[in-house]
């Protein structure tokens, strides 16, 4: 029949994988209650077998990208486009997941539910797939809730006071979101009278004076309410909290996982502006909350002790450099910010996984951690300079390049200055820490580390090792991921 929407349920996989591990986990639960320690290794397969899927969808063309849900003719639109950028962001996030699983089945508490775990991060890992490929108003918006929603409860699971408070006020900020996300949507379904992110649609609007008018509003909004999701400011307060409260896998989940899925979603939106709204008004807005969270985090960064909490405020600033090339509102600026929340994304799991694995809590606790464990101290010196944008870390310093090179040729200058300054911040702020891996090691600081050691084991040393293989490899070879996403 005519009328029906097409399913293509290989387009669909990588979805589907995660769903497939949900109903698994729930079922075994139920017949053998209690008993699920196998939970999350099974969650962690499935979690890999969707992300190579999502591999095959990066080997392609973005001229003929993977397509389904499509509504019959006349209209013909489809409601999910993968391409090659689409598909690298699905397998990042899965890839995410899974080794934010690893650390979780390390590191979990007698009285976590391993179940429960398994289930909540897979219903998030599948929303953050979805909305990368989403492209109407509603499957967006509900993915990207389902991406979201369920971290509340994984950071609660913690069950200490403090969980609680991170739990609550990531809760209250991401209903603030869904609600400025909600506005936004309803704004642009009455600017552009289309239900799906459509660059004609947009450029209708824009020709109209009163409609464009709207159409800004919406933006606004839709910015706005993916700001707190992306940590920019002014919507990153809750970030510290949250990550400092939660457990390292949590953790790492909330500030890899997430951010590839919340930066997915503006993708979708940016790209229907794209040669429809003229670039300044766009740039304003992605502009101001791009500069100020890549000078607030890096600053701020600068005199934090916790290494957790020197990530959170690096990853308030990471947010801030994935927003800069977007204010070109370019194509080149889409495959730039794509990059490098990749590259932020891998070199983040890296960071979390080696202090997860030592178990420091200041970052005199990784101090000599170079000459005591080479290849802890060698996989975070790794991706520190990846954050820092040095040698060898050379996937940093091109993702850093591609973002400033998109601002610089769409002539919003004063954004790309703004990255210089952070550039030179930013080294203050990694080599500050490598500075400690490189000292001399003190007595005092063995037992804390041997300590660690034995609360985190062998999964998180293989998120360590395939993460820094990773690294390595897209530093030998930038085209491994800059050639995907183009």
């Known amino acids: 029949m005519t009328s029906l929407v097409s399913v293509d349920a290989v387009v669909l996989a990588p979805a589907l ?24 290794p ?9 992300a190579l899927v999502a591999l095959r969808g990066s080997l392609g063309s973005e001229l003929e990208p993977l397509r389904t849900l499509c509504l019959p003719a006349p209209d013909g639109a489809c409601l999910w486009t993968a391409g090659p950028r689409t598909s690298t962001l699905q397998a990042a996030v899965l890839l995410a997941s899974a080794a934010a699983l690893a650390l979780l089945h390390d590191g979990r508490a007698g009285r976590r539910d391993t179940a429960v775990t398994a289930t ?39 069950g200490t006071r403090s969980a609680a408070h991170g739990a609550l006020s990531l809760l ?5 979101s869904f609600a400025l996300l909600v506005l936004g949507a309803a704004l642009w379904l009455t600017a552009t009278a289309d239900a799906t992110f459509s660059s004609e649609a947009v450029a209708a609007a824009w020709a109209d004076p009163d409609r464009r008018r709207v159409l800004v509003l919406a933006v606004t909004l839709l910015v706005a309410g993916l700001g707190f999701k992306l940590s920019l400011v002014p919507f990153h307060a809750w970030t510290p909290q949250a990550y400092a409260a939660a457990d390292l896998g949590t953790t790492l989940f909330l500030a890899a996982a997430s951010k590839v899925s919340a930066v997915a979603a503006l993708l979708v ?23 100020a969270s890549l000078l607030l985090g890096t600053v701020v960064a600068l005199r934090q002790d916790d290494p957790v909490r020197l990530l959170a405020w690096s990853t308030i600033a990471q947010a801030g450099w994935v927003v800069v090339p977007l204010t070109a509102v370019s194509a080149t600026g889409l495959r730039a910010a794509a990059a490098y929340v990749v590259t ?43 954050l820092a944008g040095l040698p060898p870390g050379v996937i940093g310093l091109v993702v850093k390049v591609l973002a400033l090179s998109a601002p610089v040729a769409a002539g919003v200058w004063p954004v790309a200055a703004a990255g210089v300054v952070a550039v030179v911040l930013g080294l203050a702020v990694y080599l500050r820490w490598v500075a400690v891996l490189l000292a001399r090691p003190e007595p005092a600081d063995g037992p804390g580390e041997e300590a660690g050691d034995t609360a985190h084991g062998r999964s998180t040393r293989v998120v360590v090792v395939a993460g820094t293989v990773v690294l390595v490899l897209v530093s030998a070879l930038p085209q491994l991921l800059v050639g995907g996403l183009s």
């Open 17 to 40: 994988a995660p769903v497939l591990g949900v109903v698994l986990v729930l079922v075994g639960d139920a017949v053998r209650p209690g008993r699920s320690r196998w939970a999350l």
């Open 120 to 158: 909540l991060l897979l219903a998030s890992a599948t929303g953050g797939v979805a909305v990368a490929a989403a492209r109407d108003l509603g499957s967006w918006l509900v993915a990207l809730e389902l991406a979201t929603v369920p971290v509340v409860a994984l950071v609660a699971l913690r």
């Open 344 to 386: 932020y994304a891998a070199a983040t799991t890296v960071a979390l996984a080696v202090v997860a694995r030592t178990g420091a809590r200041t970052l005199a606790g990784t101090r000599g951690l170079l000459r005591r464990d080479p290849l802890a101290g060698g996989a975070l010196g790794l991706a520190l300079l990846v």
């Open 269 to 291: 939106v940016v790209s229907a502006l794209v040669g429809a709204a003229p670039g300044p008004a766009v740039a304003v807005l992605l502009g101001l909350p791009a500069v």
């Open 42 to 50: 099974l969650a962690g397969v499935v979690l890999v077998a969707g």
């Open 172 to 176: 209250v900020t991401s209903l603030a």
